[in-house]
């Protein structure tokens, strides 16, 4: 065969691997029930909270700060970007499929009746033999296994970096959440610093009393037991301060150490209008449904390459180089030249089913994959109602709660004045004290409750990236999402 026909023969079957038609099931996006608005959400709208930037959501300078070290910093970002490398490492080992595998080989041998490890009559004379050639392998993809092989690959780098997206997101609201959070617990501990204050001077009177006479040590006793109570609370507050300014720490991803922060949770500016947009945008948007489905395009794909596993493997091996019977001639420049080019394929025969199962193994993952899809889905939908209905509802219990702390600041000073007034029992007087301390402390929570449902909300619709910067890497070919 002339190098000629050599060369028209690899274009052809060049053209026949390229138009085959790959094997197994084109990828198509499973149907899914979105409702036509969120549970507890208003009508359906175009615009989302979402397509905000953290930053207008979250106003407070020192929360920013912290946002933006941890981003910077913290340990599971990092880790989900190495996981990225990783998974586009494992598609350009796959791409490199589509291309001639070219090695080399040496080979020399002294003895007597043998020429590179194999017998040769010399008649007992010693010789030295030398050889080294250019080896050129190359598979032939008629039908699609390389070409479904690299669109698994090329799923599995695209899911882990929306992997590194669904964290920070996560990342973000964590921060948030545990600031929040931080700033409740100063309320807290304003709140059990100011009842501990009140309890000393409750204290202070019925001890005046005692020692005019006028009041029992019963009472002396019962008002300071309620004052030890109360002012314990103070350094269990500290306790869970330092706690969650370690935690803090970890996310930042430095050493534990106080947080900084200079405006107190009722003063935190959030936006008062938080639409929650369009419940199918959610399959474009949020980054765990997104993940899920580059998941199931991946499962999809090794349908095809468990397929194309039971047809032969057509391949194109060519061998160029030189080789000589003899040490002198190799010295000499007297070596022989070597070429070859053949075409070979290989076949599964008998497998004791083995094909059989992987095949149906593949078909079980793409089923796996595809309910793993429709269940984060349907989270999703179940998370940002959960958000919008909390917000709601936590309006009302909020207005209720402020009430209960107004009716009990106004009771303790009306039945502190009956007691100097000698109109009413220290009974009185320990009763409303003690059950004001409880009621601030649950107004607060639930102030906290109010931040965070809108932080929940936020982190449920995917906040924090536009759809132009999500859709980027899908818009470039393989070649550049692997080797950028």
Known sequence: ??????????????????????????????????????????????????????????????????????????????????????????????????????????????????????????????????????????????????????????????????GRRGVVVSL???????????????????????????????????????????????????????????????????RQIAIKENQINVLLGRNPAPVARTTGLLDQKLPPDIPAGIPSALLERRPDIRQAEQQLRSANAQIGVAMANFFPKIGLSTLFGRVSPDLHMITSGGMTSMWAFFGNFTGPLF????????????????????????????????????????REKLEGVREQQARAVKAYTEAVDISLKRYTAGKASYYEVLQNQQQMYPAENSLAKTQLNQVLAIVQLYKALGGGWNQAELAQPEKKNTFELIFQ
């Open 1 to 162: 065969m002339t190098p000629r026909s050599i060369f028209f023969s690899l274009l052809i079957l060049l053209a026949l691997g390229a138009s085959g038609c790959a094997l197994g099931p084109n990828y198509a996006r499973p149907t899914i029930n979105a409702p036509d608005h969120f549970r507890g959400g208003p009508p359906a709208e175009h615009a989302s909270m979402a397509a905000l930037p953290w930053w207008d959501i979250f106003k407070d300078e020192k929360l920013q700060n912290l946002i933006r070290e941890a981003l910077a910093n913290n340990y599971d970002l990092r880790i989900a970007v190495t996981r990225i490398e990783q998974s586009r490492q494992l598609a350009a080992q796959s791409f490199s499929q589509f291309l001639p595998q070219v090695d080399y080989t040496g080979a020399y041998s002294r003895g007597q009746n043998t020429s590179l490890g194999n017998v040769a009559p010399s008649n007992g004379q010693t010789k030295t033999s030398g050889m080294f050639d250019l080896s050129v392998l190359w598979e032939i993809d008629l039908w699609g296994r390389i070409r479904r092989l690299n669109e698994s690959s090329l799923a599995d780098y695209l899911a882990a970096d929306e």
């Open 351 to 390: 497998h004791g089913g083995a094909l059989v199962a992987q095949y149906k193994q593949t078909k079980a993952v793409w089923e796996e994959a595809t309910l793993t899809y429709e269940k984060t889905c349907l989270n999703a939908f179940q998370e940002v109602s959960n958000a919008l209905v909390a």
């Open 172 to 238: 973000v609201a964590s921060v948030a959440q545990a600031y929040f959070e931080l700033l409740e617990l100063d309320l807290q501990l304003d709140i059990a610093k100011h009842s501990t204050k009140t309890f000393e001077e409750t204290l202070k009177i019925f001890s005046l009393r005692l020692e005019f006479g006028t009041a029992s040590k019963l009472e002396t006793a019962t008002a300071e037991a309620s004052l030890a109570t109360v002012a314990a609370n103070v350094p269990d507050v500290e």
